[in-house]
């Protein structure tokens, strides 16, 4: 049809919509301030240990010396251990139940909400049921009581975690499914004798991602703000160190030595700030039709 | 009367959800190691195969799973929960006498937060580019990253150690004597900073959705109708846009239940706040079963009815959802 003798006019080159989100997020300083922070703290979590080998267990120097003294930066807590050491050993721990805690979530919460909002009927009324079933349980009391019966290891406090926070993600999913599924796209991928399983996870999936995207990131700061509950109430390992089992174990002594709790309590606080920056970042840069706001 | 249906559908799915959770509530006490026999025969100081196997029979614990599903949900209907053998009590009274200090302290945190989140909301709205709206906006990025337990323990050192303004811990000087009122304001004075943690959670949230609300609403049709009419700015805004900018935050203050029961477990704990949450903190470490079971159904229970009384007050206050199953 087209003579390629003659010129084309020079067309702007089509961006991808990833990279036209990320342009999006470049320009929200809050986001990016964010997602730095978030960075060096995640950095901090793998390669703090290795520059900073003192064992967090060890008991390096007379109980509640104040930060700067000593040479200890961050002081030493009721039992004289290096402060400092428990906060960069304590990181791993946090980022790693944190981060698995919300895989469990979205897995969960995504396959329901899929199904629900996919299958419709009775299918949906049964697991709208059973998501009002878990929304009714006080979370942290469910997730206390599982760890308190069935013990206090890394894998029970991420299932408790897990268990007791997907309802959310389920209630977008499906809505995002009950919206997507009715597009023509779907219904032509349909009628092409695309299978249940296919038409949900490659046709529908792909397009109800973002909103899904923006809740999983922030179901990482919250599942750190569980972990640091659990932890702080004893409800944890106590061969590992996390923040908020410092915070629980330092907690008689406020009095004496301030600065154990609000060191890992601030360090608590500043991790999920960053990545609820970076969620609002993802929001607005995954969300074109709220840009206006 | 639609509205008189819809509230029965409602409580009958309470109910089914309610036994749901006695179904949970047994089954995990069922699956986890260890059972009543174990802790009775370790208050004992230890016994043998036989004098266990005495115990379990004594309370039929070796029924078939069924029948004892049947006769716990027989025993809850006539509300008892069982017997704590750490407290040595039924954990029915157990829990009624810490109730009332944990519905104090959350119905008190849960109205400041409504209310001052609902007036932070409006006035920001109104200015969306003002000082109060990016405050706004900050508190409610706190509200959402910081750790409960250490807000707490922040006002604690500030308001308790440093200046001494507020007591420690605990809701009443046991020392102080005096009438009603010496008792009332001494209660009141123990809450404030345990009020605070748990509202600084909450007001965040309806600070934040009632300002997108209220956003939303003042730029709809009938509120510049309103203005055409000659209508001050303020009739306009808490008479005619307030008014359908609040069923969203009564929307998530009935969502708001279940966190603000966990929320409680925890400013309760370093506040040593009497109450439920303390309860299930103390018997989670005494690792007594039933205690902890109970107060996990009795939480539920709370978060149902307050459910059914904001669905109830929803349907009062929007017309729109009167009909609406």
């Given at each position: 049809m087209s003579d390629p003798s003659i010129p084309l006019p020079p067309v702007e080159k089509a961006r991808s919509p990833l990279s036209e989100a990320w342009e999006m997020f470049r320009r929200n300083h809050s986001a990016m301030a964010g997602l730095v922070i978030l960075t060096f703290i995640v950095l901090g979590a793998i390669f703090g240990p290795m520059l900073y080998p003192t064992d967090p267990f060890d008991m390096v120097w007379a109980p509640f010396s104040p930060p700067g003294e000593e040479g200890y930066l961050l002081g030493t807590d009721?039992?004289?251990?290096d402060l400092m050491a428990q906060i960069i050993h304590g990181a791993r721990v946090t980022l790693i139940i944190g981060l698995s805690a919300a895989i469990v979530t979205i897995v969960i919460g995504v396959t329901i909400g899929a199904l629900a909002g996919f299958y419709r009927g009775w299918v949906e009324e049964v697991l709208m049921r059973i998501t009002e079933f878990f929304q009714v349980l006080p979370t942290l009391l469910f997730s206390m009581v599982i760890v308190a019966l069935f013990g206090a290891t890394l894998p029970m406090i991420t299932f408790a975690i897990g268990i007791v926070s997907w309802t959310a993600v389920a209630r977008i999913t499906r809505a995002e499914f009950l919206r997507i599924r009715e597009l023509e796209y779907v219904t032509a991928s349909r009628a092409a004798g695309a299978p249940s399983g296919k038409l949900m996870f490659k046709v529908i999936l792909p397009n109800a991602a973002p909103p899904i995207i923006v809740q999983s990131a922030l179901m990482v700061g919250s599942a750190i703000l569980f972990e640091a509950g659990l932890s702080f109430l004893g409800?944890?390992?106590?061969n590992i160190v996390s923040w908020g089992q410092i915070i629980g174990s330092n907690r008689q002594y406020i009095l004496e030595s301030g600065y154990t709790v609000t060191i890992p309590g601030l360090a608590i606080f500043v991790t999920v700030l960053a990545i609820s920056l970076v969620g609002d970042g993802l929001n607005d840069a995954l969300n074109p039709k709220l840009r206006q706001r | 009367m639609d509205i008189l249906r819809v509230t029965a559908t409602r409580i009958f799915y309470a109910i089914l959800l309610l036994l749901a959770v006695l179904i949970l509530n047994f089954t995990m006490m069922h699956l986890a190691p260890g059972d009543v026999a174990d802790t009775i025969a370790q208050s004992m100081g230890g016994a043998d195969e036989e004098v266990l196997a005495r115990i379990r029979a004594d309370y039929g614990l070796d029924q078939p799973f069924l029948v004892q599903l049947g006769t716990y949900m027989g025993k809850i209907l006539r509300f008892d929960l069982g017997y704590s053998f750490y407290y040595s009590r039924p954990v029915t009274d157990l829990i009624l006498q810490r109730l009332p200090a944990t519905l104090l302290l959350v119905f008190t945190a849960q109205i400041l937060a409504m209310i001052v989140g609902v007036v932070l909301g409006v006035i920001s709205a109104r200015r969306p580019n003002g000082i109060l709206s990016h405050f706004v906006t900050f508190f409610a990025l706190f509200g959402y990253s910081a750790p409960v337990f250490w807000t707490g323990i922040l006002l604690l050192i500030a308001?308790?150690?440093?200046?001494?303004?507020?007591?420690?811990?605990?809701?009443?000087?046991?020392?102080l004597t005096g009438g009603f009122w010496v008792q009332a304001v001494d209660i009141a004075r123990h809450m404030v900073l345990p009020t605070l943690t748990l509202a600084s959670i909450f007001l965040a949230l309806y600070s934040r959705l009632s300002r997108a609300t209220m956003m939303e609403v003042l730029g709809s049709d009938y509120v510049r109708t309103a203005k055409a009419k000659g209508l001050s700015t303020r009739e306009v805004v808490y008479k005619h846009a307030l008014k359908n900018a609040l069923s969203p935050v009564i929307t998530l203050a009935g969502l708001q239940f279940s966190a603000v029961v966990s929320g409680a477990v925890l400013v309760e704990t370093v506040f040593a706040w009497p109450g439920l949450g303390t309860l299930a903190f103390q018997s989670i470490l005494a690792r007594d079963t039933p205690t902890i079971l109970g107060i996990l159904f009795f939480s539920a229970l709370m978060v149902i009815v307050g459910n059914l009384l904001t669905d109830f007050v929803l349907r009062l206050v929007d017309p729109r959802m009167r009909g609406r199953a």
């Open positions: 009721y039992l004289g251990r409800l944890t390992d106590p | 308001f308790s150690l440093k200046i001494q303004w507020f007591p420690v811990a605990g809701m009443r000087d046991v020392t």
